[in-house]
């Protein structure tokens, strides 16, 4: 059972990313996702939480209207599109997938965990 994230990079601020996670050993549909995010520094934070199978996403008050969710079922994976990135947006980003009905804000529920991934935004 494994999760994979991929997709980060350096991008100026203003640009757009990507992030996959792909997961293996397990299919992610049934699965509630969470996006996490870690500054340097700085405690790991909440980004985004979607229920199984893509139904309905929360968001971050510091990422809504510029970052979105989206699930390909068909490739077993998860996508974090963000555009408008700011440099605040700077951190290692993690996928993670719990086994119920409810996406959650809180890291301690999810049980699966990618290894993360960068996201440098700056000029």
């Known amino acids: 059972v494994q999760l994979q994230a991929s997709g980060g990079g350096l991008v100026q601020p203003g640009g757009s990313l990507r992030l996959s996670c792909a997961a293996s050993?397990?299919?992610?549909?049934?699965?509630?996702i969470g996006w996490f995010r870690q500054a340097p520094g700085k405690e790991r934070e909440w980004v985004s939480a979607t229920s199984p199978y893509g139904v309905s996403t929360l968001y971050a008050d510091s990422v809504k209207d510029r970052f979105t969710v989206s699930k390909d079922n068909d490739k077993n994976a998860v996508y974090l599109q963000m555009n408008s990135l700011k440099p605040e947006d700077t951190a290692v980003y993690f996928c993670a997938a719990r086994s119920s009905a409810f996406a959650t804000k809180t890291r301690s529920d999810y049980r699966y965990w990618g290894q993360g991934t960068l996201v440098t935004v700056s000029s």
């Open positions: 050993g397990f299919t992610l549909g049934p699965h509630a």
